[in-house]
Nanobody
Framework: QVQLVESGGGLVQAGGSLRLSCVAS????????MGWFRQAPGKEREFVAA????????YYGDSIKGRFTISKDNAKNTVYLQMNSAKPEDTAVYYC????????WGQGTQVTVSS
């Protein structure tokens, strides 16, 4: 099993920045990739970004390309999401996700972007 704990959510003004962190623990040697999804009220969960734990390949969702950056620190078993140029439509609960034979999810962290 892998446990994921997110942090860094909060309130930010439109145009501002926020950085989310997700720490993995447990059987982290099984990790294939880690990333982020988000879910706004009344909407389906949406893919945001992912990074391959071994080779660092990165994937982004279309709605955040050019504004958000995903990165990782293997030594700390941590993945980050740097959110720049935030928009009100980025308001959502952001979930950390990991793949390693199974799908793992964090508890989510609320991000609110005020206009």
């Amino acid at each position: 099993q892998v446990q994921l704990v997110e942090s860094g959510g909060g309130l930010v003004q439109a145009g501002g920045s926020l950085r989310l962190s997700c720490v993995a623990s447990g059987r982290t040697f099984t990790l294939i990739d880690m990333g982020w999804f988000r879910q706004a009220p009344g909407k389906e969960r949406e893919f945001v970004a992912a990074i391959n734990w071994s080779d660092g390949d990165i994937y982004y969702g279309d709605s955040i390309k050019g504004r958000f950056t995903i990165s990782k620190d293997n030594a700390k078993n941590t993945v980050y999401l740097q959110m720049n140029s935030a928009k009100p439509e980025d308001t959502a609960v952001y979930y950390c996700h990991a793949q390693g034979g199974y799908d793992y999810w964090g508890q989510g962290t609320q991000v609110t972007v005020s206009s």
